[in-house]
């Protein structure tokens, strides 16, 4: 127990391989009964990108054609119109607080998509798009003016994008082609779409990656004074094309990425930014907007539309299933669009009052304005006491408990101590495909 600095990525629990088939499968209409509801968030997920990074694990294939970004949207409309029968149903009508568009790479879609996309978000779904905090994904080929336009156009606030790195050799190494240039581009037009919030998205601990690399990279992206930058770490999955050629943990690497890391947050820190969580920095002067990943991907009551998208209750969070081999991904996405009848819940996991604090804890203690006391000094008292004698752990004098700088620093390992035995059962049981 914390060994290692980089045991795995956390940023949701329980985490998608402790999910499985729901038996029976409830229908959303009983999910969602005695639910709040004054306040969801609402996520979709677009499957598509037009490269697959060598480090991307997420649910995603490449070389989507138009036929069947059609038929995607087809089923996400009917799914979204059961979703929204299955809420009218079992109580008083939602309010969507903050909503999200993710993947894969939305802007994948052309601007006809993309708007169909959104009609389908705010005709059939409800969502009140420019009136509440709206975060799209983009990539830097695809964030193009006429797709960039259609987004500001129906609210976006925020754009993240996922640039990696300026350095046009460690994109290569991160199986990544892109130019910078090209990045240049992309950033200059989303300035000029005039999104409020622009994030960029760097990674530390790619091969060949230097401390004065890594640096040229955080200095240029601080030339379009991006009101957040989200600073991650490599991390090679298996069935990922860098997993495929065997480029795996070792002890220098990890050395290695906690100097990039603490490099990266010290320059960032120096240059008006201050620090959220292990990934997230914000701008001092940037303005409030809610919708990034460590807000709206860890909210209780959120609908999730699209394979690939989760979807949380207070007792059960529910999604499609899950893959990452091309093949697999393929397939699901092939009996997702083929799908009919969306009213029931098809995999997932059921919280019970244990797992639902530990939860709560993970979600509080992995930001850097921690969490407070309440009864998890007695809960998880053997492990929060590891972490106070690491120095990872302090005690504010308002009483509330956080991570230290190192602490932060350790976040993906400190995570994973809060697991249950359950939930790490089912996800050592789980056979990724």
């Given at each position: ?37 004054d ?83 705010e ?45 046009d ?27 409020p ?10 091969d ?42 070792d002890?220098?690497w ?16 120096e ?10 920095f ?123 700088d ?27 495909r």
């Amino acid at each position: 127990m914390l060994d290692r600095p980089y045991e795995a990525y956390v940023y949701a629990y329980p985490h998608k391989t402790a999910y499985r088939p729901l038996a029976p499968k409830p229908l959303l209409s009983d999910v969602w009964r005695g639910e709040s509801r004054d306040a969801l968030s609402f996520y979709t997920h677009v499957p598509f990108c037009e490269v697959r990074c060598g480090f991307c694990n997420l649910f995603t294939r490449t070389g989507a054609p138009a036929s069947l970004t059609e038929a995607y949207l087809d089923a996400l409309e009917r799914q979204a119109t059961a979703a929204r029968a299955a809420l009218d149903d079992s109580g008083p009508a939602p309010r969507f607080a903050n909503a999200a568009i993710g993947g894969g790479t939305p802007t994948y879609l052309s601007p006809d998509e993309l708007t169909r996309l959104f009609d389908i978000a705010e005709k059939v779904m409800g969502v009140g798009l420019g009136t509440i905090p709206l975060s799209v994904e983009a990539s830097p080929a695809t964030a193009t003016p006429d797709r960039l336009a259609v987004l500001a156009e129906r609210g976006t606030t925020r754009l993240s994008l996922g640039v990696q790195s300026f350095d046009d050799v460690e994109a290569r190494s991160a199986v990544r082609p892109q130019k910078a240039a090209d990045v240049f581009a992309a950033l200059d037009a989303v300035r000029d779409a005039a999104i409020p919030v622009l994030n960029v998205d760097l990674i530390y601990g790619i091969d060949g990656q230097t401390r004065e690399s890594w640096q040229a990279s955080l200095r240029t992206a601080l030339r379009w004074t991006p009101e957040e930058i989200y600073l991650y770490p490599l991390y090679v999955r298996p069935l990922t094309g860098l997993g495929r050629l065997s480029l795996g943990h070792d002890t220098e690497w990890d050395a290695q990425r906690l100097d990039l890391y603490r490099h990266g947050r010290d320059l960032l820190l120096e240059n008006g930014y201050e620090q959220v969580s292990m990934r997230m920095f914000r701008r001092l002067d940037a303005p409030a907007v809610e919708g990034g990943e460590d807000y709206a991907c860890q909210t209780d009551g959120m609908i999730g539309l699209g394979c690939g998208a989760r979807s949380y209750t207070a007792s059960l969070h529910y999604s499609f299933d899950y893959a990452v081999s091309a093949s697999e991904v393929r397939g699901i996405i092939d009996e997702y669009v083929a799908t009919g009848d969306f009213s029931r819940a098809e995999v997932g996991y059921r919280l019970d009052e244990d797992e639902r604090a530990r939860r709560i804890l993970i979600q509080s203690l992995l930001q850097a304005d921690g969490m407070e006391r309440g009864d998890a000094a007695e809960r998880f008292g053997a492990e929060l006491a590891l972490l106070s004698d690491r120095g990872f752990l302090a005690s504010l004098p308002d009483g509330r408990l956080r991570l230290t700088d190192e602490g932060l620093a350790w976040s993906d390992s400190v995570g994973p101590m809060f697991f249950s035995e359950p939930v790490r059962a089912a996800m050592r049981a789980y056979e990724l495909r």
